[in-house]
T-cell receptor, first 111, second 112 residues
Framework: DTEVTQTPKHLVMGMTNKKSLKCEQH?????MYWYKQKAKKPPELMFV???????INESVPSRFSPECPNSSLLNLHLHALQPEDSALYLC??????????FGPGTRLTVT | RKEVEQDPGPFNVPEGATVAFNCTYS??????FFWYRQDCRKEPKLLMS???SGNEDGRFTAQLNRASQYISLLIRDSKLSDSATYLC?????????????FGSGTRLQVQP
């Protein structure tokens, strides 16, 4: 079983809604990541937090807003999304910056 | 950013077969890679790391060929449960940032 948990597993939201995705890791890792994955495509990096500070933002639109309340938690706040934002959103954590462990993901559908 | 390239497959093999995938990369300075496995509608899971000395774990062997700039994953005695997409992953450092570049994946289907 993964030690990175994500909630909710599935989310359907309208384009005017505000919702949040949550991620928690129980391994004491110092870095946490958000990825977006479309069907039959590899994960695309969105954000990296290192020691609770945002270290990488891959030019993600402002309708996605990450937050790292503490070293174990990572949130992704969603507002005014578009249908093309529908995807699997994966959270990952790592101690070594390269060996990353993924959560099960949140499958998001924007209607 | 440099890229890694993979044959998307699918590779259809019978149970018990030996199958190998390659992944080519363009950054000649890269010294380590990872193979991740992703089952349908699941998250990627780290399978093994690959350094110049290679790596073997049970039925799985990964090798890095720096001269020809490719890495390989060999699976012996394939099981039905090996059916998945195998992602070749390159670590990179870009202006002080460390992250991973994922290949597009190779799909393996092991058939009874």
């Amino acid at each position: 079983d993964t030690e990175v948990t994500q909630t909710p597993k599935h989310l359907v939201m309208g384009m005017t809604n505000k919702k949040s995705l949550k991620c928690e890791q129980h391994m004491g890792h110092r870095a946490m990541y958000w990825y977006k994955q479309k069907a039959k495509k590899p994960p695309e990096l969105m954000f990296v937090y290192s020691y609770e500070k945002l270290s990488i933002n891959e030019s993600v639109p402002s309708r996605f807003s990450p937050e790292c309340p503490n070293s174990s938690l990572l949130n992704l706040h969603l507002h005014a999304l578009q249908p093309e934002d529908s995807a699997l959103y994966l959270c990952a954590s790592s101690q070594d910056p390269y060996e990353q462990y993924f959560g099960p993901g949140t499958r998001l559908t924007v209607t | 950013r440099k890229e890694v390239e993979q044959d998307p497959g699918p590779f259809n093999v019978p149970e018990g077969a030996t199958v190998a995938f390659n992944c080519t990369y363009s950054n000649s300075a890269s010294q380590s890679f990872f193979w991740y496995r992703q089952d349908c509608r699941k998250e990627p899971k780290l399978l093994m790391s690959v350094y110049s000395s290679g790596n073997e774990d049970g039925r799985f062997t990964a090798q890095l060929n720096r001269a020809s700039q490719y890495i390989s994953l060999l699976i012996r005695d394939s099981k039905l449960s090996d059916s998945a997409t195998y992602l070749c992953v390159e670590p990179f450092m870009d202006t002080g940032r460390r992250a991973l570049t994922f290949g597009s994946g190779t799909r393996l289907q092991v058939q009874p």
